[in-house]
């Protein structure tokens, strides 16, 4: 089968969870069909990874699109100014948090990345189009080409946007902006010939939410390295990208309200991801940033991972690893949703601070409870999320979907 994937994120480097969920999948099936990926390319450091990624594929062609020089329309320069300006100058704005929320798409389309999607698809002899993530959504909508074409949601935004402005009095242009937004989204998703989502839940979501396409359910693929159960060696730690939104809001939420209730004797509080400010390090609770670490076993393993993620949907990648690594992890109802996890059972949820704070000691306290639920985990990861299960799962999906209908 000839697949090509469009996507606004390259899977290279690994340090995101969509860079992953991508590559995992990409990498276990590439053997057996032929893969093209189309990628936006923005500029940043991409160019090096870009050229790492095709040692590691050879037989996968990779095609930028160089969106900085040919995609889009001003307005999206002044979209990058304005909101870096407003983010630098007016962190706290409140009304600028509410219009970046329900900005519909980060990436502008043009007559010239179409017709660049167009011949790229077209000499790739494509059997289906895989359209990866929110800002590339559209893309569907523009390709009136016999090929089918599927997009793989990996976060329902409108789902995210409802979340995360719940505790917004919102004005009634804005209540309309919010409502415009999610009807577009549903309105793309219907241009595709089937939609892919990470869990169960964002399925049994989009079909009451009006999505008439065909819905398939195929978890994202963690290759984390798989280890047996260390006891709690003092850590506290949280891997995730300060980039993505309901990762700063969980970190702040925790910062604020979770930290000080702790009475256990931990060393520190440790923040693996790129992009965490400064104002994030504190000597004197302890929490430090560590940045990208290059093996995410040195960073996690022994520690109690913490995944206090309140808002957004989708498939939470961090929770995967963590479990692979027979890491036990205290998080949110929200944060487990689409997962398998069972409260007490292979993990701990909390869904206020005071419990957040109480089941991290429970974890650093008890180490029976800590073996436990790591090796409960663990043996759920096994059982349902391995890379081997997952992408013959995805491999099942694509087949369904390209079958010729009776």
């Known amino acids: 089968m000839n697949i090509t994937i469009v996507t606004n994120i390259l899977p290279w480097p690994l340090t995101s969870g969509g860079a992953q969920a991508q590559f995992n999948i990409i990498n276990a099936l590439r053997k057996s069909h032929k893969f093209t990926l189309i990628f936006t390319q923005d500029g940043r450091n991409t160019v090096k990874a870009m050229n790492e990624l095709r040692d590691i594929w050879p037989e996968v062609d990779i095609i930028p699109f160089m969106y900085w020089r040919q995609l889009c329309y001003p307005q999206f320069f002044k979209d990058k100014v304005e909101r870096a300006l407003k983010l630098k100058f007016i962190p706290e704005n409140v009304r600028f948090q509410v219009e970046r929320t329900l900005k519909p798409y980060g990436v502008y389309f043009s ?14 002899k494509a059997d289906l189009v895989e359209v990866n993530f929110f800002p590339c959504l559209p893309t569907a909508r523009f390709m009136s080409l016999p090929v089918k074409k599927v997009f793989v949601h990996h976060e329902l935004r409108y789902i995210r946007n409802e979340r995360l402005l719940k505790n917004f009095k919102l004005t009634d242009k804005e209540k309309e902006q919010q409502e415009r937004v999610k009807q577009e989204e549903i309105a793309n998703l219907n241009c595709y010939d089937a939609v892919i989502t990470l869990t169960d839940t964002d399925a049994g979501i989009l079909k009451q939410t009006g999505i008439d396409v065909p819905l398939y359910v195929s978890p994202a693929a963690v290759n984390a390295e798989v280890l047996p159960y260390s006891p709690w060696n003092g850590k506290i730690v949280f891997v995730g990208g300060f980039g993505h939104i309901p990762n ?15 009475t256990c004797n931990y060393k520190s509080i440790d923040i693996v991801g790129l992009g965490w400010p400064s104002s994030f390090d504190d000597n004197d609770r302890r929490i430090h940033r560590l940045g990208f670490v290059e093996k995410l076993a040195d960073a996690v393993k022994g520690s109690i991972m913490i995944v206090p993620i309140l808002t957004g949907s989708g498939m939470r990648m961090k929770i995967l690893e963590s479990a692979a690594m ?12 689409g997962l398998d996890f069972k409260n007490n059972e292979s993990c701990l949820l909390a869904d206020n601070a ?11 306290n008890d180490p029976n409870l800590y073996k436990q639920l790591a090796e409960g985990a663990s043996k759920v990861f096994g059982s349902l999320y391995s890379v081997e299960a997952l992408s013959l799962k995805r491999e099942n999906v694509y087949k369904q979907i390209c079958q010729p209908k009776e």
């Open 111 to 124: 007559n010239d990345f179409v017709r660049f999607l167009k011949k790229h698809i077209v000499s790739s």
């Open 326 to 337: 027979s890491v036990p992890f205290v998080t949110t109802s929200v944060g487990v949703e």
């Open 248 to 262: 700063q809001e969980g970190m702040e939420w925790f910062v604020e309200n979770v930290a000080d209730k702790l």
């Open 354 to 364: 005071g419990l957040f704070a109480a089941s991290i000691d429970r974890l650093a």
